[in-house]
């Protein structure tokens, strides 16, 4: 299945660095989520963007930036992590808010 | 209280049993309810939504009950392929641009031969 793709797949960062995840969804959708997963703890979302417009800032720490240029694109600028924002990063879109969320496969990233 | 609270199991089950999970949800202004089935290092894929009639697929039923604020997942006939973890997924928003899909812990389910 390749309605929402998600890159890169696994990503190792220091401390210092900066990365981006990218996540594209080919469904026509217009609203797009990031999702963090941790072990043992429930999908937390993070950030909602809804006709590219962001809708939700789930009080996520500035050193994860979204941006979102058009509907079919979403990224997530990381700098400066720490060791505890090692997770499941998920990607998600729907039609609408309120509609099924469709997810990527995700990017696993463990900063080091 | 959690928004959505689930019991994270494990629940092992032997292959062609019945198996119910229960959900409950914080929030009694709610809208919209789903389950959804997650793999081991995959990501979740809807199961099914769930209607305030309830609703069934196959060997699935979802029921919900706004009164005492729960949503159940029944499977019939249980397969070995029916091992997974399996979210609770509530939408917590009242209002366009309020939206807010809230995920349980999830049931780790096994089906043992």
């Known amino acids: 299945e390749t309605g929402v793709t998600q890159t890169p797949r696994h990503l190792v960062m220091g401390m210092t660095n900066k990365k981006s995840l990218k996540c594209e969804q080919h469904?026509?959708?217009?609203?797009m989520y990031w999702y963090k997963q941790s072990a043992k703890k429930p999908l937390e979302l993070m950030f909602v963007?809804?006709?590219?417009?962001?809708?939700e800032n789930n009080s996520v720490p500035s050193r994860f930036s979204p941006e979102c240029p058009n509907s079919s694109h979403l990224f997530l600028h990381l700098h400066t992590l720490q060791p505890e924002d090692s997770a499941l990063y998920l990607c998600?879109?729907?039609?609408?808010?309120?509609?099924?969320?469709?997810f990527g496969p995700g990017t696993r990233l463990l900063v080091l | 209280r959690k928004e959505v609270e689930q019991d994270p199991g494990p629940f092992n089950v032997p292959e062609g049993a019945t198996v119910a999970f229960n959900c409950t949800y914080s929030?009694?202004?709610?809208?919209?309810f789903f389950w959804y089935r997650q793999d081991c290092r995959k990501e979740p894929k809807l199961l099914m939504s769930v209607y305030s009639s309830g609703n069934e697929d196959g060997r699935f039923t979802a029921q919900l009950n706004r009164a005492s604020q729960y949503i159940s997942l029944l499977i019939r006939d249980s397969k070995l392929s029916d091992s997974a973890t399996y979210l609770c997924v509530v939408n917590m928003g009242t209002n366009f641009g309020n939206e807010k899909l809230t995920f349980g812990t999830g049931t780790r389910l096994t089906i043992i031969p």
């Open positions: 929030n009694s202004a709610s809208q919209s």
């Open positions: 963007y809804n006709f590219k417009e962001q809708t």
């Open positions: 998600a879109s729907s039609q609408g808010p309120l509609e099924t969320q469709y």
């Open positions: 469904l026509g959708h217009n609203a």
